[in-house]
């Protein structure tokens, strides 16, 4: 489960990015409930959803061509800088009691802006901090358990500094917690990568990276489900401090309860990822899981009780985990390898791009239905979405496999690959090839 910790670059990134996240995650709470308690409006709660991640859309497909073509490791570090410096502007207007929900806003356009950036260069990066790049499957799960393990610290700490400090702790906190991923980047030996000649047009690179994942089943099938959960499933969270207030009758620390929960899920979810030694079966991973986290939503929507709620959340966590993180495995693994960068771009659009306008979608429905009756809605969405995924499995699984094959992930225990007839041919003698795959 921890193979990928072997390798001294993914190590220090592990601990340095662990500090940080927790930061983040800190932040991550304390801003939406500063929103809430400045205005009371679950509209201006989807609002600032909306403008803090909606830059990621119009940016992330150039940041894919640049992390090909430049750099990545001192993309990351100046990304990294970059966010530390947003976190520090919004401390300093909290704590010096002067913050308006426009300066949210306008540091929220800014915190898009960059993570639009960030989020391609490092997911495109980590294969780069891997001596055996067989370890990336296990890599990423192990940076979903990272992620999660910190979901599952800041909000608890956030929801108790608030009560006691007021939000501007959490912002600054945040905005120190970045020394320590920096650190971490500093301090890597990496072996030089090869860069890109510089003979295209970016404008054309960008163009060859949109028809590559237009033109690939499996590539499209996937970006195309994580889009749509991104769109209708994820957004719930902004509704968190409605139902922290309103429908369980609470504060800042249920909320932060509320958020850890989805953590200790998403945790398992990690977990049993890194657990798995192959990517075989993960398209239907993919399917049961998004079923999953839609189930847990709207099984949520209907509980009034604290603890069952923190149990369902839960619930929705590990399916979430499961399906962003073998979404994002599998792209990871069919991938071309000088076109890396642009997929994760792409996958940053369909993840972080469509969020946004789920976040406007989740404030109308809930200012209309309130805000059980909105993540009602998102977790049938989701279901539905799902179910849609699952019935184009067997073709999915007809794209998918040469690919596989190719890339050495389907050869059986005999160490002699099953070969595919060509289109018309008649099938070639010996084992059936395993159309399960998925």
Same mark, same amino acid.
């Given at each position: ?35 809430y ?37 001192? #993309? ?19 704590? !010096? ?12 356009? !800014? ?25 990336l499957?296990?890599a ?29 702790i ?9 020394? =320590? ?7 890597? %030996?990496?072996?030089? %990568? ?12 960008l ?13 499209r ?5 994580v889009?749509?959960v ?43 990822? =890194? ?11 993919? !399917? ?76 109308g429905?809930?200012?209309?239905l ?5 993540? #009602? ?7 539905? !979405? =799902?179910?849609?995924?699952? =019935? ?17 992930? #389907? ?28």
């Amino acid at each position: 489960m921890l193979r990928a910790l072997r390798n001294r670059n993914y190590r220090l990134f592990f601990i340095g990015q662990g500090v940080s996240l927790v930061g983040t995650w800190m932040q991550g709470v304390a801003l939406p409930w500063l929103v809430y308690r400045l205005t009371d409006s679950v509209i201006l709660l989807g609002v600032v959803g909306f403008t803090g991640q909606i830059l990621a859309l119009v940016v992330a497909p150039v940041a894919g061509v640049v992390a090909d073509r430049a750099n990545r490791h001192r #993309l990351v570090i100046i990304a990294q800088m970059a966010a530390a410096l947003q976190a520090t502007l919004l401390a300093v207007l909290a704590l !010096a009691g002067v913050i308006e929900v426009w300066h949210i806003i306008v540091l929220g356009l !800014a915190g898009g802006f960059i993570r639009g950036f960030e989020i391609p260069f490092r997911q495109a990066f980590i294969v780069d901090m891997l001596d055996d790049p067989r370890d990336l499957p296990n890599a990423i799960a192990l940076n979903s358990f990272l992620v999660n393990g910190a979901r599952l610290i800041g909000p608890s700490l956030a929801g108790f500094l608030v009560g006691w400090f007021g939000e501007g702790i959490c912002f600054l906190v945040n905005a120190v917690s970045f020394l =320590a991923v920096v650190a971490a980047l500093v301090a890597m %030996r990496l072996r030089p %990568r090869p860069l890109r000649a510089h003979a295209t047009h970016p404008l054309r690179d960008l163009k060859e990276g949109f028809l590559y994942v237009s033109r690939s089943a499996p590539i499209r099938t996937v970006l195309l489900l994580v889009g749509l959960v991104s769109l209708v499933a994820v957004p719930y969270t902004v509704l968190l401090p409605v139902f922290a207030r309103e429908v369980l009758g609470g504060g800042p620390h249920t909320m932060g309860f509320l958020i850890s929960a989805v953590g200790i899920g998403a945790i398992g979810g990690a977990a049993f990822l =890194a657990s798995r030694r192959s990517v075989l079966g993960i398209p239907a991973l993919i !399917a049961a899981s998004s079923t999953l986290f839609g189930a847990g939503l709207v099984a949520f929507s209907l509980s009034t009780n604290l603890l069952l709620s923190i149990g369902l959340l839960a619930v929705a966590g590990f399916g979430m985990m499961v399906q962003m993180a073998s979404s994002n495995t599998l792209l990871q693994t069919i991938v071309d390898e000088d076109k890396r960068g642009r997929l994760m771009s792409f996958h940053t659009m369909a993840f972080m791009g469509m969020v946004p306008f789920g976040s406007l979608i989740a404030g109308g429905l809930a200012s209309a239905l309130g805000a059980p009756g909105a993540v #009602l809605v998102c977790g049938l969405a989701c279901v539905l !979405a =799902a179910a849609v995924f699952a =019935a184009g499995l067997g073709r999915l699984n007809r794209a998918l496999y040469p690919v596989l094959e190719a890339k050495g992930f #389907l050869v059986p225990a005999s160490g002699i690959s099953t070969p595919i007839p060509a289109a018309g041919a008649a099938p070639v003698a010996g084992p059936e090839p395993p159309r399960d795959i998925i």
